[in-house]
């Protein structure tokens, strides 16, 4: 199936540094979101991105956290500056088409594992 | 409360039998996915419907907006079935997946 591509697998930073996610989506998707999962519980959403905007973001959307993706290259997850209770497993989704469509199956990354020490 | 209600929290299944896991929604959803999450923490999709009944091999969905559920059954269960499955709403009006909790599946010889 269609593939997106997350690159670190892992990460380990302290605590106060920055730190940039990156996701490479399915070739022809325009619709980018990103999800938390904090070991053993359940995935939550954070945000999502089309055209170059953030359409929608949930509360654990920190205002230290930001979003973009520059000329079709990766979609990013910035955080800065980190906190420990950023330390969670972060996966990168993307879609054809937006959720309202009967396209908007999303497809997921393998997911990138951050250690906030 | 949880918008995405997922049972049971926790299933042993022995090879070659088969169970049911279930989704209930407390608010209208659009569409459902289902995935399996394995042992290295990827999610693989199995199932995404915005109606009826889907069948892949040994799996088959169902989605009924109307009653506000969805389903997943595995038959002849293989010991490759073990991992976490999660069901994953489309809410309406939103453009986002909100997730269950989780069944951990354990698969035994």
């Known amino acids: 199936g269609p593939k997106v591509l997350q690159i670190p697998s892992h990460q380990i930073i302290d605590m106060g540094q920055m730190v940039t996610l990156n996701c490479d989506p399915v070739?022809?998707?325009?619709?980018f979101y990103w999800y938390k999962q904090i070991l053993g519980q359940q995935m939550e959403f954070l945000v999502n991105f089309y055209n170059g905007k953030v359409m929608e973001k949930s509360k654990l959307f920190k205002d230290q956290f930001s979003v973009e993706r520059p000329d079709g290259s990766y979609f990013t997850l910035k955080i800065q500056p980190t906190a420990l209770e950023d330390s969670a497993v972060y996966f990168c989704?993307?879609?054809?088409?937006?959720?309202?469509?009967?396209?908007?199956?999303?497809?997921f990354g393998p997911g990138t594992r951050l250690t906030v020490l | 409360g949880d918008q995405v209600e997922q049972s049971p929290s926790a299933l042993s299944l022995h090879e070659g039998t088969g169970s049911a896991l279930r989704c209930n929604f407390t608010t209208t959803m659009r569409a459902v996915q289902w995935f399996q999450q394995n042992s290295r923490g990827s999610l693989i999709n199995l199932f995404y419907l915005a109606s009826g009944t889907k069948e892949n091999g040994r799996l088959k969905s169902t989605f009924n907006s109307k009653e506000s559920y969805s389903t997943l059954h595995i038959r002849d269960a293989q010991l490759e079935d073990s991992g976490t499955y999660f069901c994953a709403a489309h809410t309406e009006g939103a453009d986002r997946l909100t997730f269950g909790k989780g069944t951990q599946l354990i698969i035994q010889p």
């Open positions: 989704a993307s879609s054809s088409d937006w959720g309202g469509s009967n396209y908007a199956e999303q497809f």
């Open positions: 070739s022809n998707h325009l619709y």
